[in-house]
């Protein structure tokens, strides 16, 4: 038994009706990540200095030195880039993503994020690497930027984002914090719950595209101008899905010390003011996103296939391949996860077990099928799925010439080929089966063969549709 913890799914092809307020086509999200004075310095008690986002191409780390270039590049994000987008964005709900310790050491940044209204939400306690840091370390770290944070701005941060995390950090942040949201992912355009931390947990995901963190990386932004054609590009293309039906959610994620230099604010300015020409458009914090979808899609109970037991998954769908709970058995054996928690990934499952199996063992499956309209639907001795499907298909109200007929082609097809006539009936009526019938009765028996499979697979299909909508 192999369980893979990634969702490949998600939404799929189609993703719930976000509702946004006012029928608003896109919800804007802006988030300014406020880290200049919580980077990796040996002033805050680290063992080098900052390499990240900066203009410095290439930086390394500078072992128990302080980095004096690197340190005035994250003071100008704090002392001029702040003011600049705060000048440009203090009308405009937008999310701040605080690290607990550069709050701590700018109270008049923090006064203005306040007078103007902005979420201010946790960025960590500092702005360093988590990957290799002990999940107990992490999860005090944690702990310690929550309540740092409550001091500093006066109240809890209502959401989370570490960004350079860790594999538990999304885990360690719902079990520690009362959060209306996580960012700590990029899988989707809308938000999603995720089970972890003991509890039902909202993802808002965040982005590293729409982002201005490209102008500090190789392969960014060199000019002001393709940040906004980007930012452009983005919104129009969401645009144009709320205007079809299916609103999202536009992620834009900014640095003072970056998109706070002048030719980078320019691009910035003309991208805001492009949105706001347009009807339709929702600006809001990330908190309101998360209370506004919490509301309208509070987490749903899903048949979580990936987290069963053994004993259990067969009892659910032992009988979705008829009789045969051997399917079940061996599908539970495959690596599945939460992508498989749903019919179509249920039936990816099942189907492959069927038909990794001998030939033999699929005939018996085949064999365990009944007749349609034969001897056990008249004495009620069918299965309720098999009774169900066959009424589907008006088999259980059949005149006598009818089952005359049926009784004649069952009987014939049997004798030719070894196995019953199968045919998944709910996608069909008495008059496309009897043609059914009669088509397949000339096949030889190795294509039949193959159909009858195809049939069995449809079938179950068609059941597992129904056991996931229960």
């Known amino acids: 038994m192999t369980r893979y913890p990634r969702d490949m799914t998600g939404y799929g092809a189609t993703p ?18 406020y880290e200049e004075g919580g980077e990796n310095n040996v002033l805050h008690g680290d063992a080098a200095s900052e390499a990240f986002l900066s203009e410095i191409t290439g930086a390394q780390p500078w072992p128990g030195q302080r980095h004096w270039n690197m340190e005035s590049i994250y003071e100008y994000g704090a002392r001029a880039g702040f003011w600049r987008v705060h000048g440009l964005l203090k009308d405009i709900p937008i999310t701040v993503y605080g690290v607990a310790t550069a709050l701590a050491r700018s109270p008049v940044q923090v006064a203005a994020m ?39 701005v006066g109240s809890p941060p209502p959401g989370w ?5 860790s594999m538990q950090t999304v885990e360690l942040a719902a079990e520690e914090g009362d959060f209306a949201y996580i960012a700590d992912s990029y899988a989707d355009d809308l938000p999603y719950w995720v089970q972890t931390g003991g509890k039902d947990q909202l993802i808002v995901p965040y982005t590293l595209d729409c982002n201005d963190m490209r102008f500090a990386i190789q392969a960014g932004f060199t000019e002001g101008d393709q940040f906004e054609r980007y930012l452009i590009d983005s919104f129009d293309t969401l645009y144009a899905e709320g205007l ?38 929702w600006f809001a914090t990330r908190e309101q996103i998360a209370r506004h979808w919490a509301q309208e899609h509070p987490p749903a109970a899903v048949l979580r296939i990936s987290q069963m037991a053994r004993d259990a998954f067969v009892s659910t769908f032992g009988g979705v391949f008829e009789h045969s709970p051997w399917v079940a058995e061996r599908a539970y054996d495959l690596e599945f996860g939460p992508s498989h928690d749903c019919a179509a990934g249920a039936h990816s ?14 005939l018996g499956v085949l064999r365990a099928h009944p007749d349609l309209a034969g001897k056990l639907a008249a004495a009620k001795r069918l299965t309720a799925e098999s009774t169900a499907e066959q009424a589907s298909a008006g088999l259980d109200a059949l005149t006598d010439d009818e089952r005359a007929s049926f009784t004649r082609l069952n009987s014939e097809y049997t004798e ?51 056991i996931f909508k229960a």
């Not at 719930?16 to 990540?33: C, E, H, K, M, S």
């Open 349 to 362: 499952l099942l189907a492959r077990a069927f038909r990794m199996a001998s030939e033999e063992e699929r």
């Open 416 to 466: 030719r080929f070894g196995f019953p006539f199968i045919i998944a009936v709910r996608d069909h009526d008495k008059a496309s089966i009897l043609a059914a019938f009669q088509r397949r009765a000339g096949q030889d028996r190795a294509t039949e063969f193959a159909e009858a499979c195809r049939q069995v697979e449809r079938i179950a299909e068609l059941r597992l549709q129904e």
């Open 16 to 33: 719930p009706a976000a509702n946004w307020p006012g029928g608003a086509r896109i919800a804007v999200q802006i988030v300014l990540n």
């Open 161 to 165: 984002y570490t960004g350079r995390c």
């Open 244 to 281: 079809q039906g299916a609103p999202k959610m536009l992620s834009i994620g900014l640095h003072c010390r970056l998109v706070g230099r002048p030719g980078r604010m320019a691009a910035l300015k003309r991208a805001i003011e492009y949105f706001q020409s347009k009807e339709g458009v």
């Open 114 to 152: 306040t007078d103007a209204g902005w979420e201010i939400a946790s960025h960590g306690l500092k702005w360093v690497e988590h990957k290799d840091m002990d999940p107990e370390e992490e999860r005090a770290q944690i702990r310690e930027a929550i309540e740092l944070h409550t001091q500093v």
